[in-house]
Protein backbone atom coordinates (compact mmCIF):
# COMPACT_ATOMS: atom_id res chain seq x y z
CA UNK A 1 0.00 0.00 0.00
CA UNK A 2 0.88 3.76 -0.49
CA UNK A 3 3.36 4.64 2.41
CA UNK A 4 3.95 8.20 3.23
CA UNK A 5 7.76 8.46 5.20
CA UNK A 6 7.94 11.37 7.47
CA UNK A 7 11.78 12.53 8.98
CA UNK A 8 13.02 13.35 11.25
CA UNK A 9 10.52 11.55 14.18
CA UNK A 10 11.50 13.84 16.88
CA UNK A 11 13.63 17.14 17.06
CA UNK A 12 14.93 18.73 20.36
CA UNK A 13 16.73 21.83 19.96
CA UNK A 14 17.58 25.48 21.16
CA UNK A 15 15.08 28.43 20.33
CA UNK A 16 16.78 30.36 17.21
CA UNK A 17 17.18 27.28 15.42
CA UNK A 18 16.03 26.56 11.95
CA UNK A 19 14.38 22.72 11.81
CA UNK A 20 13.59 20.92 8.40
CA UNK A 21 11.14 18.42 8.27
CA UNK A 22 11.14 15.50 5.06
CA UNK A 23 7.83 14.23 3.73
CA UNK A 24 8.04 11.78 0.94
CA UNK A 25 5.75 9.15 -0.97
CA UNK A 26 7.81 6.15 -1.02
CA UNK A 27 5.77 3.94 -3.92
CA UNK A 28 3.53 6.88 -5.07
CA UNK A 29 3.59 10.28 -6.67
CA UNK A 30 1.95 13.43 -5.22
CA UNK A 31 1.67 17.01 -6.72
CA UNK A 32 -0.20 18.14 -3.48
CA UNK A 33 1.00 17.09 0.12
CA UNK A 34 -0.61 18.75 3.29
CA UNK A 35 1.17 19.99 6.46
CA UNK A 36 -0.71 19.39 9.73
CA UNK A 37 -0.29 20.59 12.95
CA UNK A 38 -1.04 19.05 16.19
CA UNK A 39 -0.88 20.58 19.81
CA UNK A 40 -1.38 17.79 23.13
CA UNK A 41 -5.40 16.48 23.37
CA UNK A 42 -6.33 18.64 20.19
CA UNK A 43 -7.17 17.45 16.17
CA UNK A 44 -5.10 18.00 13.28
CA UNK A 45 -5.16 21.75 11.87
CA UNK A 46 -4.04 22.08 8.51
CA UNK A 47 -1.41 24.58 8.44
CA UNK A 48 -0.48 24.10 4.20
CA UNK A 49 -1.31 23.07 0.85
CA UNK A 50 2.41 21.99 -0.73
CA UNK A 51 1.82 22.22 -4.61
CA UNK A 52 4.63 20.82 -6.78
CA UNK A 53 6.22 23.39 -8.89
CA UNK A 54 4.97 26.14 -7.28
CA UNK A 55 3.84 28.27 -3.78
CA UNK A 56 2.56 26.84 -1.54
CA UNK A 57 -1.07 27.74 0.12
CA UNK A 58 -1.32 28.84 3.59
CA UNK A 59 -3.71 28.76 6.31
CA UNK A 60 -5.10 31.94 7.68
CA UNK A 61 -3.19 32.55 10.43
CA UNK A 62 -0.14 30.45 9.07
CA UNK A 63 3.13 32.87 8.53
CA UNK A 64 4.69 31.41 5.49
CA UNK A 65 7.73 33.40 6.30
CA UNK A 66 8.02 31.17 9.28
CA UNK A 67 7.14 28.12 8.13
CA UNK A 68 8.69 27.53 4.73
CA UNK A 69 7.59 24.67 2.79
CA UNK A 70 9.37 23.51 -0.70
CA UNK A 71 7.72 20.62 -3.12
CA UNK A 72 10.72 20.21 -5.39
CA UNK A 73 9.20 17.02 -6.93
CA UNK A 74 6.12 14.26 -7.07
CA UNK A 75 7.72 12.68 -4.03
CA UNK A 76 8.84 15.09 -1.30
CA UNK A 77 8.05 17.95 0.56
CA UNK A 78 9.83 19.72 3.53
CA UNK A 79 8.69 21.97 5.90
CA UNK A 80 11.28 24.61 7.80
CA UNK A 81 10.14 26.24 10.84
CA UNK A 82 12.80 29.15 10.47
CA UNK A 83 14.60 30.96 13.70
CA UNK A 84 11.73 28.11 15.95
CA UNK A 85 10.48 29.36 19.40
CA UNK A 86 9.31 27.13 22.48
CA UNK A 87 5.91 28.38 20.96
CA UNK A 88 6.61 26.51 17.92
CA UNK A 89 6.82 23.24 19.56
CA UNK A 90 4.11 20.61 18.63
CA UNK A 91 3.67 17.68 16.57
CA UNK A 92 3.91 18.23 12.68
CA UNK A 93 2.24 15.38 10.63
CA UNK A 94 2.33 15.64 6.06
CA UNK A 95 -0.39 13.60 4.15
CA UNK A 96 -0.30 13.09 0.89
CA UNK A 97 -2.48 10.88 -1.94
CA UNK A 98 -1.69 9.36 -4.97
CA UNK A 99 -2.08 12.42 -8.27
CA UNK A 100 -4.07 11.48 -10.85
CA UNK A 101 -6.20 8.55 -9.31
CA UNK A 102 -9.88 9.20 -8.19
CA UNK A 103 -11.16 9.40 -4.98
CA UNK A 104 -8.30 8.44 -3.06
CA UNK A 105 -7.32 7.93 0.73
CA UNK A 106 -5.09 10.31 2.18
CA UNK A 107 -1.79 8.52 3.62
CA UNK A 108 -0.37 9.99 6.67
CA UNK A 109 3.25 10.20 7.89
CA UNK A 110 4.11 8.98 11.37
CA UNK A 111 4.61 13.16 12.52
CA UNK A 112 7.56 14.92 13.84
CA UNK A 113 7.69 16.01 17.32
CA UNK A 114 9.47 19.35 18.06
CA UNK A 115 10.60 20.58 20.91
CA UNK A 116 12.08 23.92 21.23
CA UNK A 117 13.79 24.14 24.40
CA UNK B 1 -18.14 27.13 7.51
CA UNK B 2 -17.49 23.39 7.04
CA UNK B 3 -16.73 21.80 9.99
CA UNK B 4 -16.83 18.30 11.13
CA UNK B 5 -18.00 17.66 14.58
CA UNK B 6 -16.94 14.13 16.51
CA UNK B 7 -19.05 13.38 19.43
CA UNK B 8 -18.42 12.00 22.47
CA UNK B 9 -14.84 13.35 22.94
CA UNK B 10 -13.86 10.05 25.28
CA UNK B 11 -15.51 6.59 25.80
CA UNK B 12 -14.86 4.03 28.08
CA UNK B 13 -16.16 0.69 27.50
CA UNK B 14 -15.53 -2.63 28.60
CA UNK B 15 -13.80 -5.39 26.34
CA UNK B 16 -16.17 -7.86 23.78
CA UNK B 17 -18.67 -4.58 23.37
CA UNK B 18 -20.10 -3.14 20.33
CA UNK B 19 -19.82 0.42 20.09
CA UNK B 20 -20.67 3.53 17.44
CA UNK B 21 -18.45 5.96 17.17
CA UNK B 22 -19.94 9.65 15.61
CA UNK B 23 -19.55 11.74 13.60
CA UNK B 24 -21.19 15.08 11.80
CA UNK B 25 -20.68 17.28 9.25
CA UNK B 26 -22.10 20.76 8.56
CA UNK B 27 -21.95 20.26 4.50
CA UNK B 28 -23.61 17.79 2.88
CA UNK B 29 -22.16 17.91 -0.29
CA UNK B 30 -19.09 16.01 0.80
CA UNK B 31 -16.43 14.11 -2.03
CA UNK B 32 -15.31 11.41 0.64
CA UNK B 33 -14.88 10.76 4.01
CA UNK B 34 -12.33 8.63 6.03
CA UNK B 35 -12.11 7.36 9.21
CA UNK B 36 -8.45 7.34 10.86
CA UNK B 37 -7.01 6.06 13.70
CA UNK B 38 -3.92 7.74 15.68
CA UNK B 39 -2.09 6.34 18.72
CA UNK B 40 -0.51 8.40 21.58
CA UNK B 41 2.61 10.30 19.91
CA UNK B 42 1.80 8.66 16.43
CA UNK B 43 0.69 9.42 13.03
CA UNK B 44 -2.83 8.47 11.21
CA UNK B 45 -3.76 5.58 10.26
CA UNK B 46 -6.71 4.90 7.64
CA UNK B 47 -8.97 2.57 8.14
CA UNK B 48 -11.88 3.09 5.68
CA UNK B 49 -12.86 5.60 3.15
CA UNK B 50 -16.57 6.34 2.04
CA UNK B 51 -17.09 7.84 -1.12
CA UNK B 52 -19.71 10.36 -1.49
CA UNK B 53 -22.04 7.59 -3.61
CA UNK B 54 -21.18 4.79 -1.12
CA UNK B 55 -23.24 4.28 1.85
CA UNK B 56 -21.38 2.22 4.17
CA UNK B 57 -17.74 0.72 3.74
CA UNK B 58 -16.48 -3.04 6.34
CA UNK B 59 -13.27 -3.57 7.10
CA UNK B 60 -12.45 -6.13 9.65
CA UNK B 61 -14.64 -5.77 13.10
CA UNK B 62 -15.38 -2.00 11.16
CA UNK B 63 -18.06 -0.79 9.67
CA UNK B 64 -18.34 2.64 8.64
CA UNK B 65 -21.47 4.18 7.82
CA UNK B 66 -22.72 7.07 5.79
CA UNK B 67 -25.93 9.24 5.42
CA UNK B 68 -25.17 12.86 3.48
CA UNK B 69 -28.48 14.26 3.84
CA UNK B 70 -28.25 14.18 7.57
CA UNK B 71 -25.14 15.03 7.69
CA UNK B 72 -23.78 11.97 9.66
CA UNK B 73 -21.02 8.75 9.61
CA UNK B 74 -20.76 6.38 12.27
CA UNK B 75 -17.76 4.24 12.96
CA UNK B 76 -19.26 0.61 14.48
CA UNK B 77 -16.46 -1.41 16.13
CA UNK B 78 -17.58 -4.69 16.95
CA UNK B 79 -16.39 -7.01 19.66
CA UNK B 80 -13.82 -4.76 21.18
CA UNK B 81 -10.14 -5.36 22.00
CA UNK B 82 -7.88 -3.46 23.99
CA UNK B 83 -6.47 -3.25 21.26
CA UNK B 84 -8.35 -0.99 19.64
CA UNK B 85 -7.87 1.62 22.23
CA UNK B 86 -7.20 4.88 20.43
CA UNK B 87 -8.21 8.47 19.11
CA UNK B 88 -10.71 8.09 16.33
CA UNK B 89 -10.99 10.92 13.63
CA UNK B 90 -13.42 11.37 10.93
CA UNK B 91 -12.38 13.60 8.13
CA UNK B 92 -14.32 15.22 5.45
CA UNK B 93 -12.93 16.06 1.78
CA UNK B 94 -14.92 18.71 -0.27
CA UNK B 95 -13.61 18.12 -3.42
CA UNK B 96 -10.88 15.74 -5.34
CA UNK B 97 -8.14 19.21 -4.50
CA UNK B 98 -9.46 20.47 -1.26
CA UNK B 99 -7.94 20.37 2.14
CA UNK B 100 -9.35 17.77 4.71
CA UNK B 101 -11.19 19.02 7.44
CA UNK B 102 -10.78 16.93 10.69
CA UNK B 103 -13.27 16.43 13.28
CA UNK B 104 -12.02 16.60 16.93
CA UNK B 105 -11.87 13.13 17.63
CA UNK B 106 -13.06 10.51 19.85
CA UNK B 107 -10.77 8.85 22.51
CA UNK B 108 -11.28 5.56 23.13
CA UNK B 109 -10.42 2.95 25.80
CA UNK B 110 -11.19 -0.35 25.77
CA UNK B 111 -10.83 -1.76 29.37
CA UNK B 112 -9.77 -5.62 29.96
Known amino acids: GAVVSQHPSRVICKSGTSVKIECRSL??????MFWYRQFPKQSLMLMATSNEGSKATYEQGVEKDKFLINHASLTLSTLTVTSAHPEDSSFYIC?????????????FGDGTRLSIL | KQEVTQIPAALSVPEGENLVLNCSFT??????LQWFRQDPGKGLTSLLLIQSSQREQTSGRLNASLDKSSGRSTLYIAASQPGDSATYLC???????????FGSGTRLSIRP
Open chain 2, 91 to 101: AVKYSSASKII
Open chain 1, 95 to 107: SASETGLFNQPQH
Open chain 1, 27 to 32: DFQATT
Open chain 2, 27 to 32: DSAIYN
